[in-house]
């Protein structure tokens, strides 16, 4: 049984940093790409950002790419999402996901099987 735990959310101020995490267990992280989304109040689901199986293909999404970097550590089965220069739209519950399709670094819900519980991230003004 496949389990993702982010952790690492919390409340910062507006030009803040934070630096998400993703464990995994119950395979073997290194067959997964990984993807990060979020879910502000009242809205849909939203690519943020993914990386390959090897952690060589990184994608963004548009708005953000200057402000992220994400990156996983095959041996420690954990993914990060560094964020920078956080802003009060940045608000929401982040969640992590892994793709069973190895060579997929994907942008919709849909290309991932997998998903944890989530994290809240809050930005004040």
């Known amino acids: 049984q496949v389990q993702l735990v982010e952790s690492g959310g919390g409340l910062v101020q507006a030009g803040g940093s934070l630096r998400l995490s993703c464990a995994v267990s119950g395979r073997d992280f290194s067959d997964y790409g990984v993807g990060w989304f979020r879910q502000p109040p009242g809205k849909e689901r939203e690519f943020v950002a993914a990386v390959s199986w090897h952690g060589t293909v990184t994608r963004y999404e548009a708005s953000m790419k200057t402000r992220l970097t994400i990156s996983r550590d095959n041996a420690k089965s954990t993914s990060y999402l560094q964020m920078n220069s956080l802003v009060p739209e940045d608000t929401a519950v982040y969640y992590c996901?892994?793709?069973?399709?190895?060579?997929?670094?994907?942008?919709?819900?849909?290309?991932?099987?997998?998903w944890g519980q989530g994290t809240q991230v809050t930005v004040s003004a």
């Open positions: 996901a892994l793709s069973t399709v190895r060579q997929r670094v994907g942008v919709q819900p849909e290309d991932y099987d997998y």
